[in-house]
């Protein structure tokens, strides 16, 4: 008898979790009648002239509104997707003009619309989102909800620095901050390493002088909760910015000029990055 009971009570809470698995799940992957990014509004306008560079219906892609108009931003806009497909984007993307186009680059959850392709919209002057096409008759559940990357190009004088993206300033282009960079005394060691935690902070700055390395504590201890910190020495001449490129296997610092010259001596300079965790690599190597 007390078999039996136990036996019925099982087959209870056992179909009691799958009624609630399944209502999770269902609710999880449920088809939505909105597949257009946030803060699309129904009064935008197709850009016709908007030529398209980029489709891709993928699963996994993060979340990112920008501009791309060098090929620095490129380079750093391709580690956010650092999957297989990340050399064909590189040069899908490379073939450009960027001398005479800018790139507008969207990528979003679309719920279980795949959508077969994408339309630039315009919101107003120098506000630009994107609607997916072929998503009127989504289904009404999937095994895992669609992501959309969509790049299309225009003449660079219809983005102007003031461009908004669906209303919003648009993201970085890379997944990596510049956090500080300086001018240092010459004959300080080549090095990176991740400086997340305060044993491996110590240790980079290290033979720094003692006022570069108060800098670079304060910076790394200012970074969000969430954020991994990488620093630098590296050598240039006359730099004044720099940016770290991701990809699968490397985390490469490169340190740009706005007046690239010749030095018969390199200059010396440490930089600072942070990163969210979520978009750093596995098993890339540093520097």
């Not at 491996?200 to 909760?225: C, E, K, P, Y």
Request: a negative charge.
């Amino acid at each position: 008898m007390g078999s039996t009971t136990s036996n019925r009570f099982g087959i209870v809470v056992a179909l009691l979790v799958g009624l609630l698995a399944g209502g999770y799940l269902g609710a999880l992957f449920a088809s939505s009648a909105d597949s257009d990014p946030p803060r699309r509004t129904s009064t935008a306008r197709d850009v016709e002239h908007a030529e398209p560079v980029v489709f891709e219906s993928d699963r996994g892609l993060p979340d990112v509104h920008t501009i791309l108009r060098s090929q620095a931003d490129i380079d750093q806009f391709v580690g956010r997707f650092p999957g297989d497909g990340a050399g064909r984007l590189a040069d899908q993307l490379s073939r450009r003009d960027l001398g005479t186009e800018a790139l507008l680059a969207f990528s979003w959850g679309a719920g279980c619309s795949p959508g077969d392709g994408a339309k630039l919209t315009t919101q107003g002057t120098a506000d630009y989102s994107v609607r997916l096409t072929g998503a009127d008759n989504p289904p009404p559940e999937c095994a895992a909800p669609w992501d959309i990357l969509a790049v299309f190009a225009l003449p660079k004088d219809e983005v102007p620095a003031n461009t908004r993206l669906g209303g919003d300033r648009p993201d970085p282009p890379g997944p990596a901050t510049l956090a500080h960079i300086e001018r240092i005394t010459l004959g300080a060691a080549l090095r990176g390493a991740e400086v997340s935690q305060p044993d491996q902070l110590a240790a980079f700055t290290a033979g720094l002088d003692a006022t570069v390395a108060h800098r670079v504590n304060s910076v790394v201890s200012q970074r969000a909760a969430r954020d991994r910190a990488f620093a630098f020495v590296l050598t240039g001449c006359h730099n004044d910015g720099a940016y770290l490129a991701f990809s699968a296997e490397r985390l490469r610092p490169v340190l740009t000029a706005t007046e690239p010259v010749v030095c018969v001596v390199p200059d010396y300079y440490v930089a600072v990055f942070t990163a969210p965790a979520a978009s750093v690599p596995v098993r890339a190597t540093i520097g």
